[in-house]
């Protein structure tokens, strides 16, 4: 009987500090610093957005040769310009932004979208992962109003937070 207690206590402080019965954020360690606030999360959504749907997406020049390679340029090109585009006019339209529920999630190498690696070069160990809505009104206030629902990570990264997720757009 002591050889089984002793057994199971053995057991249950690995598991412990193997992180698998632990509290919130999938065995991350705790942060050094609180949640963005609505203000903090603006300035992070709106440097991503500018940054991941205009100053990183490069239009180039037109294609000018004539072929089935050329139709894809084309497309290609014509998307990239369209992006631009939209990324431009929500970037005009942006209003606020209000965060919901935040919770501390560990991160990694791998959680860091394709889109966002040039600008996110250190990935972050861990984030908060937040509930948002975001407020977009063209001509305020006589434009049509839109609130689109999201939900993405934030992490301080040189001092100030950072964003990296889906970017909600409703002029696409």
Known sequence: MKKLICALAVLALAVL???????EGGGAVAPSYEPPRNHSAKDAFLAALKA???DNVVEGEP???VGAMSSQKYRTYNERVLVRRHTKTA????RKIELGTCAWMKSGKGDVPKWARPRITT???G???CDYKVSYQINPPYGEKFETPGKGAFFEQDGKFAY?????????
């Open 17 to 23: 500090a193997l992180g698998g019965c632990g509290g």
């Open 52 to 54: 991941d749907g205009y």
């Open 63 to 65: 294609p000018t040769e």
């Open 91 to 94: 970037l005009g339209a942006f």
């Open 123 to 125: 990935p972050p160990a």
């Open 127 to 129: 984030v908060y992962e």
């Open 164 to 172: 990296m997720g889906k970017m909600p757009n409703p002029y696409h």
